[in-house]
């Protein structure tokens, strides 16, 4: 499944499909990159 970190939905959209899966998560994979210069606690989505 794709999940765009950006985007609160998707990660959102992510909950519901993970706990209706019996068993565990056997990879994730997060691969995030910007060029934002703020500090973390002033980033928005819109940001």
Request: glycine share 4%; proline share 6%.
């Amino acid at each position: 499944m794709r999940s765009d970190a950006t985007i609160m939905a998707d990660i959102d959209a992510l909950k519901p499909i993970v706990e209706e899966k019996p068993g565990k998560v056997d990879l994730l994979f997060i691969n995030v990159g910007t060029a934002l210069f703020e500090p973390f606690e002033q980033v928005t989505e819109e940001s």
